[in-house]
């Protein structure tokens, strides 16, 4: 049985009422550390042509929104050209947490900013998640692309939309898109042999490196980018890449790189002792020596997948710089949730409470952002919406649950006036809303969640996108429903099970020690504290 530590300390309860409203002061924690950037190999962007520069105005600054797919904030670090043209040209967000980590849910509440519990989108597929839900219940009717829109904007998403899209009709483009192009047929997660919903007009991409998914994104990105400048129209563009999704595939140009790399061995890695995990966790043996090369050959997948989103920046940028729109111009670069390979036993995947998992990467640069600054607050996906909406000037609806971001970099708001606690939800609907059982005594089975894996409709997708994370044989989608809070210093987490975790992250950085029996009082006064905000509506 592992050592553990009792904590004593005093939590300041303030009653939740928004979502957004500050609840703890806890002293500020420090970052985990990532890995030094690699060198790069990839060739040059393609030249965007020149084109003269009509003015647009100030006041409506033209938006980016850059969105990979499971990158989580370790690898972030192995793009250096979005390092040296986005992260040190303004602010990086080092507490940046997503609310579900699993990617229709992430980027449902990216869309609408609200929580899961608010978007009812708390799974990739049927009967609580996936792109027919999320129209089902008309959340897709009122979305930043509608806010923007509304404000004057010309919108555009290129790539990846929700799971399931385009459900049965495939001619289907959601409100607000001034053009659309995402796939609707083929094998979009492989970057080949895909079709495209091209404003109505359904266009196949090939097997040639021309055919790149990504790179073909970019492309329409840069065109509507010199349209909308010769237009004099403010723009939003969502690129919504694939990569490093599985299967990973790297654009032929990467394909060599990271030849030698190998998935960090961090502390969690294989967890020796996993005692105090909860039951999914103790469940599952260690990892084999060739289910570890397994997660390493993912991990340099991932890397050469990822390189080419890194093209992808440096492209965007020159794009602006050519038609005069730089410095009018905010770039967002985030992730919809982080992943986990091979921490606590775990081999690749997403979807639970912990850091791979929970914590991703977010930058930004643009007119009054700070250069090299770093935020130190809890934010997350729940605040793109209205970050966006201020910088745009459009009018939001009340039902959002974020708050902007703005003057956390502008230093209006500080971390202490900040909110002090993010939700974090993982389950179904009923899953969520049934009681919490009383914790089972470890010496007996853990009850199971074993999920029903429903087929989505629209585009193939891998199988881990299904909720059935298949890990070389050992589905680990057994990780149950839960609910949990993420402070400056503390994950809390409460299971369906009755099990609870609770892990100091200042002293433990990793969670190998769960501290959540050894520390009661901390435990009720959480979760009291979660209780209020697992209801929570609107900010504040």
Known sequence: MKKQTVIAMTIITILIVACSSPVLNFETATPISISPLPPNNAPAPTAIPSLSTPAISAAHPNIIFVLADDLDAAEYAFMPKLQSLIADQGVTFSNFFVNVSLC??????????????????????????????????????????????????????????????????????????????????????????????????????????????????????????????????PFFVYLGYYAPHSPSTPAPRHEKLFANVQAPRVPSFNETDVSDKPGYIRDLPLLTTKEQSRIDDAYRKRLQSIQAVDDAIETLVAALKTNGQLDNTYIFFGSDNGFHLGQHRLAEGKQAPYEEDIRVPMSVRGPGVPIGKTVDALTGNVDYAETWAQLAGATLPDFVDGRSLVPLWNNISSSDQWRQVFLLQHGGLAQLSAPVRPAQPKNLPTPRVTPTRTPIAGVPEPDDAQETQITGGRGTNGITPFVGLRTKDFTYVEYTTGEKELYDLKADPYQLQNIATKSADVVKQLAAILAELRKCAGAQ
């Not at 796939?183 to 091209?198: H, K, M, Q, R, W």
């Not at 990504?214 to 010769?230: E, G, S």
Request: aromatic share 14%.
């Open 104 to 233: 229709c849910p992430s980027r449902s509440t990216t869309l609408r900013g609200q929580y899961a519990h608010n978007t009812r989108v708390y799974t990739n597929g049927a009967p609580d998640g996936g792109f027919d839900q999320f129209v089902s219940t008309g959340d897709d009717k009122s979305t930043i692309a509608t806010w923007l829109q509304s404000a004057g904007y010309k919108t555009m998403l290129a790539g990846k939309y929700l799971n399931g899209y385009p459900g049965k009709d495939k001619n289907y483009i959601p409100p607000g898109w001034s053009e659309w192009y995402s796939a609707v047929i083929g094998d979009a997660y492989s970057e080949f042999n895909y079709t495209l919903n091209e404003n109505g007009k359904m266009v196949h991409y090939g097997k040639n490196a021309e055919d790149y998914g990504t790179d073909v994104y970019t492309r329409k990105a840069v065109d509507f980018i010199q349209r909308a400048v010769q237009e004099r129209k």
